[in-house]
C-alpha cells in the first residue's frame, strides 16, 4: 500500500540552527500539506501546496519558515533559525487534489526538539 | 473565529460499550467533516466523511453524525475493544478551503 514517507523521524536541534524536513507524497497526489502538531493538540496547516504552486500559506512564519516542492514531486520545510518554541510533531499529508473532501493520507511525521 | 471543539480531552470506556465522541463548531458553516484516528508518535488516520446532507454514516462499528442545527457531529464507536484507545481527531471543511482539526478526544478502552 502507498505511504507517505517523511524524514528523519526525529531530529534534535539548538536553537538558532537551521533544520529541513522532507516529505514524499503519494504517487499522483496533486496536493501535498506541511502541519505542525503540538503536543495535545490538533495539527495546524503552515503550507499547503497543488502541484509546484503554493495555494496557502497564511500560516506560515515566513520571517524563519520556508517550503518548497519544485518539481511538483517532493517537498521540503525548512526552519532557520529555530527556536525553542518550534519544537512539535511535523507531519506531511497529501490527497488526490483539493477541491474536493479528499481524505488526507498522514506520513508518520518528524519530531523536532529545539534546545 | 472558527472554532472546534471536541467534547473532553479524554474518555475511558469499558471494554464493550460504546463510545461516543463528539465534535462542536461554531462561526463556521462546513460542507463535510471527516474523523481520524491517531496513535502515539504516528499520524492520524482517515475514518469518516460524511457530507452536510448526510445525517449519518457507518462503516463496520464506526458510525457518524452530521446535525448542522446544532452544529455537532458524533462519533460512535460500538462493541468497544482495547485495541481502540487512540486519539479521535474531528475535521471540518469546505470544498476550496482547507480542513480545520479539533484538538482531538483522547479514547482509552478498560479491558
Known amino acids: 500500500e502507498a505511504e507517505v514517507a517523511q524524514s528523519p523521524r526525529y531530529k534534535i536541534t539548538e536553537k538558532s540552527q537551521a533544520v529541513a524536513f522532507w516529505c514524499d507524497p503519494i504517487s499522483g497526489h496533486a496536493t501535498l500539506y506541511w502541519y505542525r502538531q503540538i503536543l495535545g493538540q490538533g495539527p495546524e496547516l503552515l503550507v499547503q501546496?497543488?502541484?509546484?504552486?503554493?495555494?496557502?500559506d497564511s500560516q506560515l512564519p515566513k520571517d524563519r519558515f520556508s517550503a518548497e516542492r519544485l518539481k511538483g514531486v517532493d517537498s521540503t520545510l525548512k526552519i532557520q533559525p529555530a527556536e525553542l518554541g518550534d519544537s512539535a510533531m511535523y507531519l506531511c499529508?497529501?490527497?488526490?487534489?483539493?477541491?474536493?473532501?479528499?481524505?488526507?493520507?498522514f506520513g508518520p511525521g518528524t519530531r523536532l526538539t529545539v534546545t | 473565529s472558527q472554532k472546534i471543539e471536541q467534547n473532553s480531552e479524554a474518555l475511558n470506556i469499558q471494554e464493550g460499550k460504546t463510545a461516543t465522541l463528539t465534535c462542536n463548531y461554531t462561526n463556521y458553516s462546513p460542507a463535510y467533516l471527516q474523523w481520524y484516528r491517531q496513535d502515539p508518535g504516528r499520524g492520524p488516520v482517515f475514518l469518516l466523511l460524511i457530507r452536510e446532507n448526510e445525517k449519518e454514516k457507518r462503516k463496520e462499528r464506526l458510525k457518524v453524525t452530521f446535525d448542522t442545527t446544532l452544529k455537532q457531529s458524533l462519533f460512535h464507536i460500538t462493541a468497544s475493544q482495547p485495541a481502540d484507545s487512540a486519539t479521535y481527531l474531528c475535521a471540518w471543511g469546505n470544498y476550496g478551503q482547507n480542513f480545520v482539526f479539533g484538538p482531538g478526544t483522547r479514547l482509552s478502552v478498560l479491558p
Open positions: 499529508a497529501s490527497s488526490l487534489a483539493r477541491d474536493s473532501p479528499y481524505e488526507q493520507y
Open positions: 501546496f497543488q502541484d509546484e504552486s503554493v495555494v496557502d
